[in-house]
């Protein structure tokens, strides 16, 4: 994998930038950026030969014939130009050797050759490495007219720098690690505030009886002839008193009794449940026939 990177000064006096990332495995990776000053870098799948460790910067011309099949006729060599120069030359109608030598012989740095078909594969250029001493790059039609419409010599200045085979996938798996981590984001935001209300809702459940049921709670007379007929005794045990001749009390559908004002009290002020059983008032129960009570 081999990284291009193009950049040309622009006359505009607009202060304009724009960043974008296309990624497009693995033929070509594009990032743009405009300013005062233009950037392209290229990434892309290739074939070189001759490139080193670090790489190797120098202005691009299109080669004059395009195929570089006969001697160019933008010859460096007999304008006396200074600098690094690259040929951007496209692939046919001759051997890649004889391109890479008619490069050398203009006095250019760098062969840079691309593909003359839309998808074909990239091939490694076999060139007879004797008395050659440019280096040579075989890169795909899209990537070779990219760069062309960017050759413009010292206006603009192109890197060819060697990339790791696996540049590429690793750019790949932190963007899709970083959608995760957002999407995981998106969610404790989304999902947990929705489980804590319905949660709150859950346990924002009454913990008193409705003043109206406890009304209609069933009453009856006391006397102390029919204590047999009582289920908690002849005390209250919310009062701790005795049941008196003539006093009201309640009856739950637990069948134990309590005073009429002490039951009452309790059911509307502190819990929900019986005080002798913990049986819940807020079950569905039906009222058993409380026999030999009078009933009020």
Known sequence: MLGLQIESDTDTNEVFEKFFVLFLLPNWIISQKQSKEFGKHLNFDARAMGINGSGICGALLVA?????????????????TDGVWFALIARGHCAFEDKVRNTQNAGFHAAIVYDDREKGNLVYMMINRKNISVQAVFISKIAGEILKEHAHGKEGECCILPFHNGTAWTVLAISCISFLFILAILTIAIFIPRYWLNSRGRNHVPKTVDSKM??????????????????AGET??????DYKDGEILKVLPCQHEFHSSCVDSWLTKWGTFCP??????RTKTEYSEVKRRTWL
Request: hydrophobic residues 35%; glycine residues 4%.
């Open 276 to 281: 002798v059983c913990k049986r819940d008032m």
């Open 236 to 241: 209250c045990v919310i009062c701790l008193e």
């Open 64 to 80: 004059e014939p395009l195929d570089g099949c006969s001697p160019l006729g933008n010859d460096l060599r007999s304008n006396k």
């Open 214 to 231: 406890v009304e209609a709670l069933p009453r009856f007379v006391f006397s102390s002839a029919h204590l047999s007929d009582l289920h």
